[in-house]
């Protein structure tokens, strides 16, 4: 099965500034998702992200709060942007092949300060 | 619209127990099911999937789980839990077919005690 990298796994950051997330995938794949895992809750989507397009947002979910890029086939960043401490949770991407289960990154756990 | 439901926030079982996990759905399709488990700190590993075939599914680390088609239901068993299975447990739902996303139940902690 692809192997998905994700970095950092964690941070600590100020409030007010930014945050980019990197997933790198050994495999090409069509779609990558992005999802938020706040304390004590499931996963919520906050995006899905085609290469070549703008990403897709779910309701709740901005563009200039969480910008993601996809460059190519095997890779995305998302950026968690102007932070405040309600953005403290897991940040989490990950892909669906054809007809498969997800596979997911370690995950980022993110603290705002 | 998709929806799954998992009706334990948390679950304690004494080591060496049976355990069974309830995971409810609501998909207007046949649906792709899946069980996730997760540990602190990691990202979520597969247990075990199911859309056709066998009904009984069987997964890593000893689980299983039963497809219902007539309650919506997959529930996540294993005949005696380890100290090791503590841990978050999802169970999702998708479209058969296609790259699209997952949608997840609010996960289950289990609990083992000695």
């Known amino acids: 099965s ?33 999802y938020r ?14 290469q070549g397009s703008e990403a897709t947002y779910e309701s709740g ?15 995305s960043t998302l950026t968690v942007s ?8 897991i940040y989490l991407c990950a892909f ?4 498969t289960e997800a596979f997911f990154g370690q995950g980022t756990r993110l603290t705002v300060v | 619209a998709q929806s799954v439901t998992q009706p334990d926030i948390h679950i304690t079982v004494s080591e060496g127990a049976s355990l069974e996990l309830r ?8 649906p792709y099911l899946f069980w996730y488990v997760q540990s602190p700190g990691q990202g979520l590993q597969l247990l075990l999937k199911y859309f056709s075939g066998d009904t009984l599914v069987q997964g890593i ?30 169970c999702a739902v998708g479209a058969i077919g296609g790259y699209s996303t997952l949608t997840f139940g609010k996960g289950t902690m289990l609990l083992v005690s000695p």
């Open chain 2, 23 to 30: 995971c409810n759905y609501s998909y207007g399709a046949t």
């Open chain 1, 96 to 99: 669906r092949g054809w007809n």
């Open chain 1, 37 to 50: 895992q706040q304390p004590g809750q499931s996963l919520t989507l906050i995006a899905t992200a085609n």
């Open chain 1, 61 to 75: 979910f901005v563009i200039d709060k969480f910008p993601i890029s996809r460059p190519n086939l095997t890779f």
């Open chain 1, 82 to 89: 102007n932070m405040s401490p309600e953005d403290s949770s």
């Open chain 2, 61 to 90: 680390k000893g689980f299983e789980a039963e497809f219902k088609r007539s309650q919506s239901s997959f529930n996540l068993r294993k005949p005696s839990v380890h100290w090791s299975d503590a841990a978050e447990y999802f």
């Open chain 1, 2 to 34: 692809a192997v998905i990298s994700q970095k950092p796994s964690r941070d600590i950051c100020q409030r007010g500034t930014s945050l980019t997330i990197q997933c790198q995938v050994d495999s090409q794949v069509t779609m990558m998702f992005w």
